[in-house]
Nanobody, 116 residues
Framework: VQLQAFGGGLVQAGKSLRLSCAAS????????MAWYRQAPGKQRELVAL???????NYAGSVKGRFTISRDNAKNIVYLQMNSLEPEDTAIYSC???????????WGQGTLVTVSS
């Protein structure tokens, strides 16, 4: 399985941005997909995940502002980010758990910069 992320960029605080992660290959073996982020000088953190049954989890800092969803027909997972804050500035990476429930595949990161 290969993962490719799209959609990063520069946005003003309060605005919205949508990230996409396209999965290709043996996508039927994906149990969950997730978005992580790493801000400068900070550890990588889980932002949101979506399981094969459609259930989701969010980091407390983004709950109510970010929404993870998926298009099963296109094998794309989205991260809709609303009410962005400068603290959301980070490299966002998509990841997947393949044939297991632990993340074991990573896509490249995409930079999101939120200006105040």
């Amino acid at each position: 399985v290969q993962l490719q992320a799209f959609g990063g960029g520069l946005v003003q605080a309060g605005k919205s941005l949508r990230l996409s992660c396209a999965a290709s290959g043996s996508t039927s073996s994906i149990n969950l997909m997730a978005w992580y982020r790493q801000a400068p000088g900070k550890q990588r953190e889980l932002v949101a995940l979506i399981r094969s049954d459609g259930s989701t989890n969010y980091a407390g800092s983004v709950k109510g502002r970010f929404t993870i969803s998926r298009d099963n027909a296109k094998n794309i997972v989205y991260l809709q980010m609303n009410s962005l804050e400068p603290e959301d500035t980070a490299i966002y990476s998509c990841a997947a758990a393949i044939a297991t429930w632990q993340v074991n595949r990573w896509g490249q990161g995409t930079l999101v910069t939120v200006s105040s």
